[in-house]
């Protein structure tokens, strides 16, 4: 290989090496910075393609997607001195690039710790002004806007981040008292069901001596109603058979005669002792009965 080859391949490899390291791409996804001898010359990189100077110019580029961060779970005291234990995160991120590099220097560890403190004495304060009852339903949305509109002023003022959320994953109670707790739960609850069943003993009583009372009236006016009407079909009867009667009595007494003797050798082991001349027999004597 000639000289002027390798001479060739040298420069090539040289604006090669030059061009890498003048060259660099910042994605929609990140924040940046560039550094000049420790100094920063650009505080906000935008996404795109962007020159530096090689070997002199430095370049830190950081995440800019929101970041999420667990708090360790603490144990904090409400406001009627019960103890729960909290177990919360965080998600933040970056607003403020050069706030933020000359804050933690882009390492995110200090970033996770300087919010944790901070998240740590608001969520302490405001576990401490509320009831467990408050904490645990009534106010706990409320508590949950006020720490991170506070924590968001502190953390943009200090760390150049934002913090977007604060909430609360579980709140438990801690091993020593929880089965003291449940305990005296358990006991409220049965107490509160043991009133319920007397309540509807109570009230079962009243409703079944009231439908008794009803069905006494009931049974009553059904009674008097059928009576009437009975009565009234008596009398009905009574008034159709002496229509009858009057219509034709010598018809009706030889009908009432069949109707007699018809009852009364219902069964041929039937014996009737009369006398001869009985009225019973004047039909079968003679068809007009006299």
Not at 62 to 75: K, S
Not at 187 to 197: C, I, L, P, V
């Amino acid at each position: 290989m000639s000289s002027k080859v390798m001479s060739a391949l040298i420069a090539l490899g040289v604006v090669v090496l030059v061009a890498a390291n003048s060259l660099f791409m910042v994605t929609e996804l990140e924040r940046g910075v560039q550094l000049r001898f420790g100094q920063i010359t650009n505080d906000n990189l935008q996404p795109g393609l962007h020159v530096k100077v090689p070997f002199i110019d430095k370049v830190r580029i950081f995440d800019g997607r929101l970041q999420p961060l667990d708090v360790p779970q603490a144990r904090f005291l409400t406001l009627e001195q019960k103890a729960v234990v909290v177990d919360a995160y965080i998600k933040w991120q970056i607003q403020d690039v050069e706030k933020f590099y000359k804050a933690t220097n882009g390492e995110l560890y200090r970033v996770s710790q300087l919010l944790t403190q901070r998240a740590d004495s608001r969520l302490r304060n405001s576990f401490g002004g509320l009831t467990l009852n408050e904490v645990v339903s009534g106010r706990r949305d409320q508590m949950m806007e006020d720490i991170t509109s506070g924590l968001n002023a502190v953390a943009l003022k200090e760390l150049g981040v934002s913090v977007r959320d604060v909430r609360v994953k579980k709140i438990d109670l801690p091993d020593d008292v929880s089965d003291s707790v449940f305990k005296r739960m358990a006991s409220e609850r049965e107490k509160e069901a043991q009133e319920y069943r007397s309540k509807g003993k109570e009230m079962g009583k009243a409703i079944r001596a009231n439908a008794d009372r009803e069905r006494r009236v009931i049974l009553a006016d059904a009674y008097r109603r059928a009576e009437i009407t009975r009565g009234e079909g008596d009398a009905e009867s009574a008034s159709i058979y002496a229509g009858a009667y009057k219509k034709d009595a010598e018809f009706y007494s030889f009908y009432r005669s069949l109707q007699a003797y018809k009852s009364s050798f219902n069964s041929p082991s039937d014996v009737m002792l009369l006398e001869p001349d009985s009225d019973f027999f004047r039909y079968l004597k003679t068809p007009t009965g006299k």
